[in-house]
């Protein structure tokens, strides 16, 4: 089809809904405000480090993401494991440190995968995992769509079905805390059944986790870059877009670029894919759009504190952590281009408890903890240590958070809005982003000049 689009966003979801726009044959331009591609996940240089701002990973089950990485061509630049295995460090109040696995078993269909896994995973107690197990088939038989089920937090369900405290957070937490942004007490228990229905129940390899081997700003930003060229989308960085306005024919969407004029660019159809409060304030009067319920989806933090050792120190290319104030340790090394000694990334969602402590406090507090949980760092010297903070890391994910979220369909013909917080039914993922600019592109090729304005949800 013929056509002119501007997407305004260049994170995942803007680049996922400029790429297919353009697969259709429409003239695309995509306008970020920032230098590079990329969004929420970034990478910058530190030295002779390249360092993601945030860890990212994925799973089998994110069949969107995955697609759209081998559309950019760096599948190769993946590591995607050939069954979920979870090194697990178990810090007991004894101050002994010991070791057990997460590992699910082979051979077996869903959700009898999960036997093994659970059978020999030591961090909680004999009863207790015999407890999880009618608990997690409960869970998987709650519809996430209900909004009664939404409006109930995860942590009060796992109570209510005899979850203790060790359970909850050495299993359960261990599932949803990174997923979710959120303790189980203050996570939606609808996102939390979506997490464990499609990642360990629907099939055997859905929670397979995946990560990056490369820097993030390499996997998605500078890939990015190079695929939308590629498909003839005009790409225009360091250009802020101040207002989007609708005449009789097209839209027009008014930017500052940091170096030169004001300009407008005009299309025949655009995407909003930028931050909630961001995009109420760019979208014009008519689309439907709330800006209080947008601002009530709030932010949740999360902090990274990165850690360079004179030495190996860690044998494991990740690690949760039981009974410790750090929950994820990354070994980035080789990813970050430094071959030689450690680095290592821990890091810390649902982050209010960190978000705004001194940075010094944070790396003293989290080095002693390394010393204490790994043997090898106690003796090792600390070449570097720094602190990144993620202040808007992700939505809020709390109970009720699913009637704040909007369709990427709006209410004026030829503009719709993508995002991980539009209402995809998943989480905060870079899945969701995926998902949702795939569906702003669907809605608007579906929808181009018929003046339809029918809602879309990506399932």
């Given at each position: 089809m013929s056509g002119r689009a501007v997407v305004v966003g260049g994170g995942l979801a803007g680049m996922a809904a400029a790429l297919d726009l353009a697969d259709a044959g429409v003239a695309v331009t995509l306008v970020e405000s920032r230098p590079r591609l990329g969004g929420a996940t970034a990478s910058f240089r530190r030295g002779d480090l390249e360092v993601d701002t945030g860890q990212h990973v994925f799973l089998r089950c994110c069949t969107a993401y995955r697609g759209f990485i081998e559309r950019l061509g760096v599948t190769a630049d993946t590591v995607l494991q050939d069954r979920l295995d979870v090194p697990v460090l178990v810090a007991e109040p004894t101050g002994r440190v010991r070791r057990t696995r997460l590992r699910r078993g082979a051979g077996l269909p869903a959700p009898a995968h999960l036997a093994g896994a659970l059978a020999r995973y030591s961090a909680v107690p004999l009863v207790a995992r015999l407890r999880s197990v009618p608990a997690a088939l409960a869970l998987g038989r709650l519809d996430p769509a209900d909004p009664a089920v939404d409006a109930q937090s995860f942590g009060g369900w796992l109570e209510r079905h005899g979850q203790n405290e060790v359970v909850r957070e050495a299993l359960w937490g261990l599932l949803t805390v990174a997923t979710l942004n959120a303790q189980p007490e203050d996570a939606s228990l609808a996102l939390a059944a979506k997490v464990v229905r499609t990642g360990l129940l629907e099939t055997a390899g859905g929670a397979d986790i995946g990560w990056s081997a490369v820097p993030l700003g390499r996997l998605h930003g500078e890939a990015g870059h190079?695929?939308?060229?590629?498909a003839g989308v005009e790409v225009s960085?360091?250009?802020?877009?101040?207002?989007?306005?609708?005449d009789a024919d097209s839209w027009r969407v008014l930017t500052q670029p940091a170096r030169g004029e004001a300009r407008e660019v005009r299309g025949d159809m655009v995407v909003l894919a930028t931050p909630p409060t961001v995009t109420a304030a760019l979208a014009p009067a008519g689309s439907g759009l709330d800006a209080d319920a947008l601002a009530r989806l709030g932010e949740s933090p999360i902090v990274n504190i990165h850690v360079v050792?004179?030495?190996?120190?860690?044998?494991?290319?990740?690690?949760?952590?039981?009974?410790?104030?750090?929950?994820w340790i990354f070994d980035r090394s080789e990813a970050a281009g430094r071959p030689r000694g450690t680095y290592l990334a821990l890091s810390q969602s649902a982050a209010e408890p960190w978000i705004d402590r001194p940075a010094a406090d944070l790396v003293a507090e989290f080095t002693a903890e390394l010393a204490r949980l790994l043997p090898a760092a106690a003796g090792a010297t600390v070449v570097e240590a720094f602190v990144t903070r993620e202040r808007s890391a992700t939505f809020r994910q709390a109970?009720?958070?699913?009637?704040?979220r909007p369709p990427v369909a709006t209410a004026l013909a030829g503009l719709a809005v993508a995002g991980a917080w539009t209402a995809t039914g998943w989480p905060a993922t870079m899945e969701s982003a995926v998902l949702s600019g795939h569906a702003a592109a669907e809605h608007l090729l579906r929808t181009a000049h018929t003046g339809r304005r029918d809602p879309v949800v990506a399932a």
């Open positions: 190079r695929a939308l060229i590629a960085m360091s250009d802020r877009v101040y207002a989007v306005e609708r050792y004179d030495r190996p120190v860690f044998d494991e290319p990740f690690a949760a952590v039981v009974g410790s104030p750090i929950q109970p009720g958070q699913a009637a704040l």
